[in-house]
């Protein structure tokens, strides 16, 4: 029937459910997120059968577990297990006070999906990679997902169609064009800035920018975005045209909850690699194929592209947009982002 969700829906409404503290069925399997699960669920959770533990592999590294899942770790838990255990174990704000969490005895071998299924859809919520996960018999009222054809769902280039569109002068550039566009998956929307009007066969400047609230809007001096989002713009202002492209990633793709978690572990000590790993994510965890879709509905099918990361001009070659120069976007450095930046050079394959 059309009036029952499709599956992107029904995964739209997984992730939603995960943020709100409410198990979903994944298979054979509930799962929870650690970061929102209340004690009442966890003890109704834990009366069903044993507790599995899942966190990612870059977490389970800094816990010393072992992995035997490649991307994942299955950890088994106690009958009785603390909420405030579990929190502590997916959560590292307190690692450096009480490391040892375990022992952790990691499961191997079965079947990974469900596992595999619920650690993606944690990480599009932009919650901690962590999830409690018990087998038990299928519940109504929970949102189901078969977590084989969720993933192939997830890993796919999420269609973009274009909602509303005005003229919105900036100081930049007096002629100017909003274009707001919103992903059938149901995620945030993103946005199209066009200056002046760029013909469709030649190739504008472009830069593909990651949203970032606390150097776009509160002029953060931890990182580079800021002064790059307006150098940018003037850019395009002067050459009269251009297309930014604001793409809501907050945080390189883990949110801004996360983001302020990696900067507590910053103030730690580690570089910005090393949060993000201790989080439980990767490098790097934005989905530029995005910025691509972005400019192939917009009717560009050439960029000359504003940027020091060379993953970017590769990305958008790979899916169907030609890079014809990559244009540097170097802003000077200031006291508290020079480390930001050399961990940007040194890891990240940043041109500085």
């Not at 439980?280 to 990361?309: H, K, S």
Request: aromatic share 4%; with cysteine.
């Amino acid at each position: 029937m059309s009036l029952l969700p499709t599956l992107p829906e029904r995964i739209a409404r997984a992730r939603g459910d995960l943020r709100m503290g409410l198990p979903v069925v994944l298979g054979e399997w509930l799962a929870a997120a650690v970061e929102t699960l209340g004690p009442a669920r966890l003890a109704e959770m834990a009366a069903l059968g044993p507790l599995v533990l899942v966190l990612s592999a870059r977490r389970a590294a800094t816990l010393k577990a072992r992995v035997y899942d490649g991307d994942l770790a299955r950890i088994e838990l106690d009958p009785g297990v603390s909420l405030r255990w579990l929190r502590a174990v997916a959560d590292p704000a307190d690692d450096l006070q009480s490391p040892m969490k375990g022992p952790l005895f990691t499961q191997r071998g079965g079947d990974t999906e469900p596992a595999r299924a619920a650690l993606l859809l944690a990480k599009t919520a932009q919650l901690l990679p962590g999830l409690v996960m018990v087998r038990a018999p299928a519940m109504d009222g929970l949102t189901r997902l078969d977590p084989a054809p969720a993933l192939a769902e997830m890993a796919r280039e999420a269609a973009l169609r274009p909602v509303a569109a005005a003229h919105l002068p900036l100081s930049a550039a007096h002629q100017s064009r909003l274009h707001v566009l919103r992903p059938e998956s149901g995620e945030s929307e993103h946005y199209a800035i066009e200056i002046g009007a760029p013909p469709r066969s030649a190739a504008p400047l472009v830069r593909l920018h990651s949203a970032c609230f606390t150097g776009d809007v509160l002029g953060s001096l931890k990182c580079d975005c800021g002064p790059q989002l307006h150098a940018a713009l003037d850019a395009m202002g002067r050459a009269g045209e251009g297309v930014l492209l604001y793409l809501n990633q907050e945080g390189r793709g883990i949110g801004l909850a996360n983001k302020m978690r990696a900067y507590a572990l910053q103030n730690q000590g580690f570089d910005t690699v090393e949060a993000n790993h201790r989080l439980g994510f990767e490098d790097d965890e934005r989905d530029f194929r995005i910025g691509a879709a972005l400019l192939r509905e917009l009717g560009f099918a050439q960029v000359r592209l504003m940027t020091n990361n060379p993953r970017k001009a590769l990305m958008l070659a790979d899916h169907g947009i030609k890079v014809v120069e990559r244009v540097p976007l170097i802003v000077p450095p200031n006291p508290f982002n020079r480390d930001y930046l050399a961990t940007k050079a040194a890891k990240s394959g940043h041109l500085l």
